[in-house]
């Protein structure tokens, strides 16, 4: 019996990490079922992100740690550090303060817990990251997007649309979600799969993108879907985000449009 398209998809990320695209290219998968099986193993815990090449994340295999197999070299880690320091004397000031405390925290460890793991990489990734916010990072899209969903903007967001569905009777439910799919902000039935909804809408948002590009009429505004029993309309969110809002039937778009294009906007702003 093959293996499945999740465990492709994890043998795969062992070797190297890589975009949804490129997975989808080698593996010979749709781009939207590659990001539909992304997704699912990093809320799984197997994949991590890390970081963005281009619009597309990075993914990589989350290796699980072995509290009996991790082995810590002390001199080594605070040889590494010490010449980091060396490499970057712009920020030595502030890195020394810390060097000592690890340093002295490195050479007590007796044993080789998970939990002193974790801390150790904690620590670790924080000294590196001191250069990362004062210089490239803090104007970095990745950044950027990393510091927005911090709470309690994530509290306005929900807010934003459960008072849209609230205030505005002909709205049924609502998901925003980042351009790659990830889910940011839900109002959905309990029977709604938020997950695949929001692999969807970032895909339709790509190819209203795609097609509006391609006939020469400016940037993406708006794509609306109308159905039997309903309207979908797919609104962006400045450049990280998209907002899909589900409508019951018979409404006048243009009637409810105002206050859904407001709410967009205020998203817009906070991400």
Do not use: W
């Not at 070797?15 to 799984?44: G, H, N, V």
């Not at 990830?182 to 799969?193: C, F, G, R």
Request: aromatic residues 6%; contains cysteine.
């Amino acid at each position: 019996m093959g293996l499945s398209n999740k465990d492709r998809i994890l043998n795969l990320l062992k070797t190297l990490p890589l975009t949804s695209d490129e997975i989808a290219e080698k593996l010979l998968l749709s781009k939207q079922d590659a990001r539909t099986y992304l997704l699912r193993l990093k809320k799984e815990g197997k994949i991590k992100t890390l970081g963005k090449r281009g619009r597309n994340y990075i993914y990589t295999f989350n290796t699980p740690i072995d509290a009996q197999k991790a082995q810590i070299d002390t001199n080594l880690l605070i040889g590494i550090l010490k010449d980091y320091l060396e490499s970057a004397p712009s920020f030595k000031t502030e890195i020394n303060k810390k060097i000592s405390g690890l340093e002295a925290k490195l050479n007590a460890i007796a044993s080789k817990t998970s939990e002193n793991y974790h801390e150790l990489e904690a620590e670790i990734e924080n000294l590196h990251y001191v250069k990362t916010l004062d210089e490239e990072t803090a104007r970095s899209q990745e950044f950027l997007i990393r510091q927005a969903f911090e709470s309690p903007v994530l509290e306005n967001i929900d807010n934003l649309l459960f008072n849209l569905i609230d205030t505005v009777p002909e709205i049924k439910a609502a998901i925003l979600v980042s351009v790659e799919g990830e889910v940011l902000s839900s109002a959905l039935p309990q029977d709604v799969d938020e997950m695949t909804l929001a692999v969807m809408t970032a895909a339709l948002l790509s190819l209203a993108e795609s097609a509006i590009t391609m006939i020469k009429s400016g940037e993406f505004e708006q794509l609306f879907i109308r159905g039997r029993d309903g309207t979908l309309l797919v609104l962006p969110t400045g450049p990280n985000g998209v907002l899909s809002i589900s409508t019951i039937k018979d409404i006048k778009l243009e009637l409810i449009y105002p206050d859904c294009y407001q709410v967009s906007e205020q998203i817009a702003k906070l991400i």
